[in-house]
């Protein structure tokens, strides 16, 4: 029989998934992942979360929930502070039942400054009750993680160092260090999984030892600051994105509120040697607003993954999170769409298993979680693809981008998809005035913008995570 002909949602996100090298339609796995496996172990399915942030977390809630599973927590550092910007959006909010403490700052209003230092505020089209959720990253996993446990989930404090298997369905061995209260060497211990999550980050070890592929990564660079109280309050709702060449040749660098300092910071692919300067840069172009004497607090420094693994799924086991690859371009988000994959990758996973009698396949996992995601994610990730392509690539780019921001369509479609997760726009009117808008701000932003400054770093940009 002919196949039913696709909607064109689904063409959509085929194509966007097919741009990204996402797996909607992937060859199928060996018949041995496709078969279906029936257990009657007299026991509960054993299943490991690799990785305590909010991908590990909300996967492990979900796994705790659930009958005839038991779920182990592993997290290197309880109280680990990833570095991060912080920022989730609204719909995140209430879609994982998030306390309003744990927001510290509602932002409704950005600052956008260009190479060239024009200000463009942003923020007026946003409803009353909208904003962007300013979190410190302690707080929110913290709070996710504690409520898997509470839910059932087995949390062991410790660094997963190998992940070993005979055959790629299983079972896992997980050779661990465990830390337990007031030990500061780990105790090498070992245990036995039908099924792992991998949720452990940009350097995963689950996703090494399932040979997933490598990626391109940025490094972010962030410094927390104390700044004065006067200085604070200008902050109390406000967010500011700054773009140049002098502060990324790729990216964006930022200030961004918390409780009671700020975030200020930057990052890069294509330079990562220099994002000491970048970072220089960007506290040199915002320090009138930090005052005379900003205080450092904490600096940080972690890596992002560029682009999707090629493999995120192999026998049982799953990457979710910085482990698979979800940080989008041009914004560098991933909070959102870590919670979101290891939420997804965990309830596809427990109904697939029938109430834990049974183990999904490799082909079963793919079909159901890979699948669901890259169709409700993968135009996202196209859009913020292009217009990063577009308008990070140089000064004149730059400063077309910033003054397109000026515009009441632009802001709404893009606060919409952000607070929303959803791919705005569909205004045809409005959508052919911005047309001929980017065709003369790309026009203005070149005639008025500073050369780029050239670099040269043909070695270390090959590296690969």
Same mark, same amino acid.
């Given at each position: 029989p002919h196949p039913a002909p696709k909607s064109k949602a689904t063409m959509l996100s085929t194509l966007a998934a097919s741009a990204l090298g996402l797996n909607i339609g992937a060859t199928p796995a060996p018949s041995s992942s496709r078969a279906a496996v029936s257990m009657d172990l007299g026991r509960p399915l054993?299943?490991?979360?690799?990785?305590?942030?909010?991908?590990? &977390?909300? &996967?492990?809630?979900?796994?705790? !929930? &659930?009958?005839?599973?038991?779920?182990?927590?592993?997290?290197?550092?309880?109280?680990?502070?990833?570095?991060?910007?912080?920022?989730?959006?609204?719909?995140?909010?209430?879609?994982?039942?998030?306390?309003?403490?744990?927001?510290?700052?509602?932002?409704?209003?950005?600052?956008?400054?260009?190479?060239?230092?024009?200000?463009?505020?942003?923020?007026?089209?946003?409803?009353?009750?909208?904003?962007?959720?300013?979190?410190?990253?302690?707080?929110?996993?913290?709070?996710?993680?504690?409520?898997?446990?509470?839910?059932?989930?087995?949390p062991v404090t410790g660094l997963v160092q190998k992940v070993e298997f005979e055959d790629a369905n299983g079972p896992y061995t997980i050779k661990y260090s465990e830390y337990k209260p007031g030990e500061k060497k780990g105790t090498p211990s070992e245990a036995e999984f039908d099924i792992i999550v991998g949720a452990d980050g940009a350097n995963s070890r689950t996703a090494k030892a399932i040979d997933a592929g490598e990626y391109n990564f940025a490094i972010a660079f962030q410094e927390r600051i104390k700044i004065p109280d006067e200085k604070m309050k200008y902050y109390e709702d406000l967010a500011e994105m700054y773009v140049g060449d002098d502060v990324s040749p790729d990216f964006y660098a930022w200030v961004f509120p918390k409780y009671d300092h700020v975030g200020v910071g930057t990052g890069t692919v294509v330079n990562r040697p220099a994002i000491s300067e970048y970072q220089a840069a960007i506290r040199e172009r915002?320090?009138?607003?930090?005052?005379?004497?900003? !205080?450092?607090?904490?600096?940080?420094?972690?890596? @992002?993954?560029?682009h999707m693994r090629p493999r995120r799924v192999v026998g049982r086991v799953a990457l979710v999170g910085d482990a698979a690859g979800y940080v989008t371009k041009c914004s560098g988000e991933g909070i959102y769409f870590a919670a979101k994959s290891g939420r997804m990758a965990a309830e596809e996973i427990v109904a697939l298993t029938a109430g834990g009698t049974r183990l999904p396949t490799e082909m079963e996992i793919k079909d159901t979680y890979l699948k669901k995601f890259d169709a409700a994610y993968g135009p996202t990730y196209l859009v913020l693809d292009i217009l990063q392509k577009v308008f990070y690539t140089n000064n004149?780019?730059?400063?077309?981008?910033?003054?397109?921001?000026?515009?009441?369509?632009?802001?709404?479609?893009?606060?919409?998809?952000?607070?929303?997760?959803?791919?705005?726009?569909?205004?045809?009117?409005?959508? @052919?005035?911005?047309?001929?808008?980017?065709?003369?701000?790309? @026009? !203005?932003?070149?005639?008025?913008?500073?050369p780029d400054r050239t670099f040269s770093n043909p070695v270390e940009s090959l590296k690969r995570l």
């Open positions: 054993r299943v490991a979360v690799v990785g305590g942030g909010p991908s590990g &977390a909300c &996967a492990a809630e979900i796994f705790a !929930k &659930a009958p005839n599973i038991d779920c182990t927590l592993f997290e290197r550092k309880m109280d680990n502070c990833k570095p991060c910007g912080g920022a989730i959006p609204l719909c995140m909010v209430d879609e994982f039942e998030l306390p309003p403490e744990i927001v510290d700052r509602r932002v409704r209003k950005m600052k956008m400054i260009s190479p060239s230092g024009r200000e463009v505020d942003v923020g007026r089209t946003l409803k009353e009750n909208e904003y962007i959720g300013m979190t410190r990253r302690e707080v929110l996993d913290a709070y996710l993680r504690d409520r898997a446990v509470e839910l059932g989930a087995k915002c320090a009138d607003r930090l005052g005379p004497d900003p !205080k450092v607090m904490k600096v940080e420094a972690h890596p @992002i993954p560029e004149g780019a730059r400063e077309a981008f910033v003054d397109m921001c000026a515009s009441d369509y632009v802001q709404k479609v893009t606060f919409d998809s952000y607070l929303y997760k959803k791919v705005q726009g569909n205004d045809p009117i409005n959508d @052919i005035k911005l047309l001929f808008n980017t065709i003369g701000s790309v @026009i !203005k932003g070149n005639a008025i913008a500073k």
